[in-house]
């Protein structure tokens, strides 16, 4: 049996979220699932499979001109990982409420299952700062 290092797995997962040219669609295996609880921005929470999360990654790159992470605690138990971050990121082009260059910013929490290595279940517990408009 392979012995994965999971927390390590799970902060390059971090950094290619955070990337422009990151790919964090490699981290997962096929038959992910990932919830992501009531927020501000997702009211009813949702649960995506990898051609969701595909998509929505594809959506968020076109929206966002940078993220960063900043990781706070983490800790890893056999194929668990919980982390706490804090996100922020800068809106790219007017989309719905947001202005250019509007940066959001989130703390959250992360729990992910791991097996063999890669990410088979995600529950995302994010707390999004207000976001009122940017004074013009």
């Not at 994965?4 to 990151?22: E, K, V, W, Y």
């Not at 056999?78 to 703390?107: C, H, N, S, Y």
């Not at 088979?120 to 976001?131: E, I, K, S, T």
Request: contains cysteine.
């Amino acid at each position: 049996m392979e012995i994965h290092d999971n927390l390590a797995i799970a902060r390059r997962f971090i950094a290619a979220l955070a990337s422009p040219d990151g790919d964090p669609i490699a981290f997962y295996a096929d038959d992910v699932v990932q919830q992501e609880f009531p927020n501000r921005l997702v009211p009813n929470g949702a649960t995506r499979d990898l051609a969701a999360l595909r998509e929505g990654r594809r959506r968020g790159r076109g929206l966002m001109r940078n993220e960063e992470y900043d990781e706070h605690n983490a800790i890893a138990s056999d194929d668990l990982v919980m982390m706490e971050l804090t996100w922020r990121g800068t809106i790219a082009i007017d989309a719905g409420p947001f202005k250019a260059g509007q940066v959001l910013r989130a703390r959250f929490a992360i729990v992910l299952e791991f097996r063999d290595g890669r990410i088979v279940r995600q529950r995302n517990y994010d707390c999004f700062d207000a976001w009122d408009a940017p004074a013009s």
